[in-house]
């Protein structure tokens, strides 16, 4: 089986703080990491080649050159090779044009490696947050999609998958011939850690592509080819603090809650 | 699609519906096209999209919530949604009909829809949205009222009538306002429970127009088995007018005993945060925050919830809200009407006792 896996580095929001005096991000210091949800997007590419050794797994990403030390660690999870496109073209992309040179570099890759069964990519990517990216490269690949992927199952003859959907009240199971694209959740699975073995493997390699490389429509990437733009962005601004309640006694403060709702006509 | 904008006129809901319901978040988004679509023009429309089998009845819903149009697009093999069948569907309408404005609920099916459909239309999509202008006098005022924007450069007079979608990304700590200038239709999806729905007016109809469908089996590669409803405790959190809510503060499961005794008294339900969820102490139905469910309720209990940003972008918009922590610094004091320093398991009881007072 040959698998792609569609990976982002992202920075680690749950450190971004906010400036207080100026109100904009701190990005300074914040590490880079391996989107959540892509970790197990290749977890579960990781289960089918334990299963069926012969599976191999290439990891896509676009970004910039830094991008490789998330990909060096996807390696060392245990994928057996990289494709990263970097180039300032496909800068500023919003998701349409995002996608656009993701399914470039996929049409590239089959040139290169032939037809592939599975892409798998993760649900949302914390940064941008919009999970547009993955129907968007289905759509371009013409592939049949599963977003919200909480179970995967593959039949024995390795042409049709079955997968849980999640809903938000419950689930949807759904049939697919592939090849076809899923974008997974962290339901999904528990992502494994890197490997010593894989670690010290040199033999994996990360290619880095230009968009000429890949052979990508330079009308169709980028910030000019994005059908929308950022009008504005700003910080939300945090409520007005409110008042602390008086009271010495936990009766009291209770009371003059209470008191103050009804005063209010809050209750 | 087309770069003649002007074409491009009237804003479409996409009426989500699944087993013949019509889901709440489609209501509220009629209602919000019905402010849009006055800041846009007198001519401009409201039209509802109704998109599954035999569900001709639910026409009537759309219009009382204040629809001029329904669209209805039928079919047996639209009974459930797939994306194959709903994506080409509503495409082909989007082309001949040529809305200026397409909104979806972000949903889980709105969501895995709406991409596939902007990109085939070749068209932009901004994502979870949760406030909508079209008016740059209103743009400003809001942006004055919520946020640290400069509003200096933007000018209250301006014409544009554009769709100006503002949504967090980041987890949260960022806002962005993204527009589709030079593609059509603009297209959004918008968050469950942020947006209002209009009074329901009893006898409101408008015209419905019957789209021709086309579509094959071969056009459906996926095959859905079954779809399974999970039997969870029925928690309408988006509903609710008092939300009582507990987080790790409570120190364990038994915790949430106090917190169900809270909400009964005060007619409320109960929400959670999600270190709660993930120590398994309470469902994930529960849980309010980024990655749980927003809420805006007259009143929201905080009780031993720090105030985590994620946490913060699912309440932060409820209209009062009364935080209880033991440490003076938690940042939910930030955010709250009413701060209570103190430990929950003494505070909640004198609450409940002061409540019928
Ligand atoms: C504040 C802000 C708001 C934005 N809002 C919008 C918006 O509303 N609409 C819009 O079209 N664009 C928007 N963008 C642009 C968008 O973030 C970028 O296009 C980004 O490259 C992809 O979107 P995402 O991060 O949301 O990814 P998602 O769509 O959330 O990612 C889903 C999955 O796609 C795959 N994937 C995504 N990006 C890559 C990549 N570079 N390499 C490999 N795999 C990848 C991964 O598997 C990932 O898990 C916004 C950007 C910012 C900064
Ligand atoms: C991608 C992502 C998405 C997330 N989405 C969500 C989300 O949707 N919703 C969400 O809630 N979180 C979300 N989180 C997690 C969030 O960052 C916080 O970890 C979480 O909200 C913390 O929960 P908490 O406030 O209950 O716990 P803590 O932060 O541990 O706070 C417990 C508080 O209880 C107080 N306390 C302790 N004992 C008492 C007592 N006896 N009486 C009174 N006060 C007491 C403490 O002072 C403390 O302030 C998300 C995180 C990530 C990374």
Redesign the interface.
Same mark, same amino acid.
């Given at each position: 089986m040959k698998v792609i896996v569609c990976a982002k580095q992202v920075?680690d929001?749950?450190e971004?703080k906010?400036n207080p005096e100026t109100?904009s /991000?701190i990005r300074d210091g914040v590490p880079s990491i391996l989107n959540p949800d892509d970790a197990n997007a290749l977890e579960e590419a990781l289960k089918l080649k334990d299963m069926y050794p012969d599976t191999h797994i290439t990891v896509v990403s676009m970004g910039p050159p830094q991008a490789q030390d998330m990909l060096f660690e996807c390696l060392a999870m245990g994928a057996d090779e990289a494709i990263l496109l970097s180039d300032r073209a496909v800068g500023g992309s919003?998701?349409?044009a995002t996608?656009n040179a993701i399914s470039a570099v996929i049409d590239k890759y089959k040139k290169e490696f032939g037809d592939f069964d599975i892409i798998f990519g993760g649900r949302q990517a914390?940064?941008?947050?919009?999970?547009?990216?993955?129907?968007?490269i289905?759509?371009?690949q013409h592939l049949?999609?599963?977003?919200?992927v909480v179970d995967f199952k593959l039949s024995d003859d390795k042409k049709t998958v079955?997968v849980k959907?999640? /809903?938000?009240?419950?689930?949807?199971?759904?049939?697919?011939?592939t090849p076809?694209m899923l974008t997974c959740t962290k339901e999904l699975n528990q992502p494994r850690y890197m490997s010593m073995k894989g670690i010290f493997n040199k033999d994996k390699k990360i290619t880095v592509w230009s968009a000429a490389d890949c052979e990508v429509d330079l009308s169709v990437v980028g910030l000019k080819a994005?059908?929308?733009?950022?009008?504005?962005?700003?910080?939300?601004?945090?409520?007005g603090?409110?008042?602390?309640?008086a009271g010495d006694t936990?009766?009291e403060?209770?009371?003059n /809650?209470?008191a103050?709702?009804k005063e209010k006509h809050?209750? | 699609m087309s770069t003649n904008l002007a074409d491009y006129k009237n804003i479409w809901v996409f009426a989500e519906q699944r087993q013949g319901k019509i889901m709440g978040v489609a209501l509220e988004l009629i209602g919000e096209a019905c402010k849009l679509a006055k800041d846009i023009s007198d001519e401009t429309e409201v039209c509802a999209v109704l998109v599954g089998d035999g569900i001709e009845d639910l026409a009537k819903e759309c219009f009382e919530y204040g629809a001029d149009k329904v669209y209805l697009l039928q079919h047996p093999l639209l009974k459930n949604f797939t994306t194959d069948a709903y994506a080409k569907v509503m495409t082909e309408a989007m082309e001949v009909y040529k809305p200026e404005i397409v909104l979806y609920g972000a949903t889980h099916i709105g969501r895995d829809l709406a991409p596939r459909i902007a990109a085939r239309s070749h068209t932009g999509l901004t994502a979870d949205c949760t406030h909508l202008d079209v008016s740059v006098a209103k743009y400003i005022e809001f942006a004055k009222a919520n946020t640290t924007l400069d509003t200096s450069t933007l000018d209250p007079e301006s014409k544009d009538t554009g769709l100006k979608m503002t949504r967090p990304a980041f987890g949260g700590n960022l806002m962005a306002t993204i527009v589709s200038p030079r593609t059509r239709p603009q297209m959004a999806t918008v968050r469950p429970g942020v947006m209002s729905k209009r009074e329901r007016e009893a006898g409101r109809t408008g015209e419905v127009i019957k789209v021709d469908v086309k579509l094959s089996e071969a056009d459906v590669r996926t095959k859905i088995l079954n779809i399974v409803k999970e039997a969870k405790e029925m928690v309408s959190l988006t509903d609710a007018d008092i939300i009582c809510s507990g987080g790790r503060g409570l120190g364990g499961p038994e915790g949430f005993k106090l917190i169900q005794e809270f909400a009964d008294k005060v007619g409320g339900v109960v929400g959670s945060s999600r270190a709660c969820v993930d120590n398994g102490w309470i469902d994930h139905a529960h849980q309010v925050g980024q990655t749980g469910t927003t809420v805006k309720p007259k009143i929201y209990f905080a009780c031993g919830i720090s105030g985590a940003i994620q946490h913060l972008a699912g309440m932060q918009d409820s209209d009062i809200i009364v935080a209880i922590n033991k440490d003076p610094d938690a940042p939910i004091f930030e955010v709250a009407d009413y701060g209570i320093v103190g430990d929950l398991y003494k505070v909640i009881p004198q609450i409940m006792e002061a409540w019928d007072k």
């Open positions: 920075p929001t749950n971004i906010i109100g /991000l919003d998701t349409y996608s914390i940064d941008g947050d919009t999970a547009q990216v993955g129907p968007q289905a759509e371009k049949p999609q599963v977003t919200y079955t959907r999640q /809903l938000e009240d419950g689930y949807e199971e759904i049939e697919v011939k076809c994005s059908p929308t733009n950022v009008y504005r962005s700003f910080t939300p601004r945090p409520k603090k409110g008042v602390m309640v936990e009766a403060i209770a009371a /809650l209470i103050s709702f809050i209750i | -």
